[in-house]
């Protein structure tokens, strides 16, 4: 509900689902892009990459410890406040997530962020990993959890 909307109207719709959440006892799924939002207004979120949930948990344990290679690009090409200054001073490009997503009808074998990723194995290729407990309350989608 907040795609194209400037900061300030932005702000006031999302304090109204705030609002209209407390007043009804209930929750809210959002799907979005904006990790911005998710990190202002979630408790929880799932990652979702060609149509899977590939990573999930608190949103604090998600954006500060991530446990999908995914995920942790995502995070590293969110800008910091002064960071686009400083890496063109010096020269550097913003962070991407390297490759291209693929087509959703023609979905590669296994895990479907293997062809983009530096971590990627060839048992990453054979079948679509299962949803690994990386903690508690946190689950990866990855065979490699455990190194990143």
């Known amino acids: 509900p907040t795609t194209a909307l400037d ?4 702000a006031q719709i999302l304090d109204l689902l705030a609002e209209l959440q407390a007043q009804r006892g209930m929750g809210i799924l959002f ?3 904006n990790l911005g939002v998710v990190a202002e207004i979630a408790d ?3 990652v979702m990459y ?3 949930i590939v990573e999930s948990g608190p949103v604090s344990e998600v954006f500060t410890r991530p446990r999908h290679p995914y995920t942790a690009g995502l995070m590293r090409s969110v800008p910091r406040l002064g960071q686009a200054t400083s890496l063109k001073a010096a020269g550097t490009p913003l962070p991407t997530i390297a ?4 087509s959703l009808a023609l979905l590669p074998k296994g895990c479907s962020f293997a062809p983009r990723c530096a ?3 060839d048992a990453c290729r054979a079948a679509v990993p299962p949803l690994f407990a990386a903690t508690s309350t946190q689950h990866s989608r990855c065979l490699r959890w455990k190194d990143l």
């Open 99 to 102: 490759g291209n997503v693929p």
């Open 119 to 121: 971590m990627a194995v």
């Open 44 to 46: 929880r979120v799932a």
């Open 31 to 33: 799907v979005t892009h």
């Open 7 to 10: 900061d300030t109207i932005q």
């Open 50 to 52: 060609a149509g899977r």
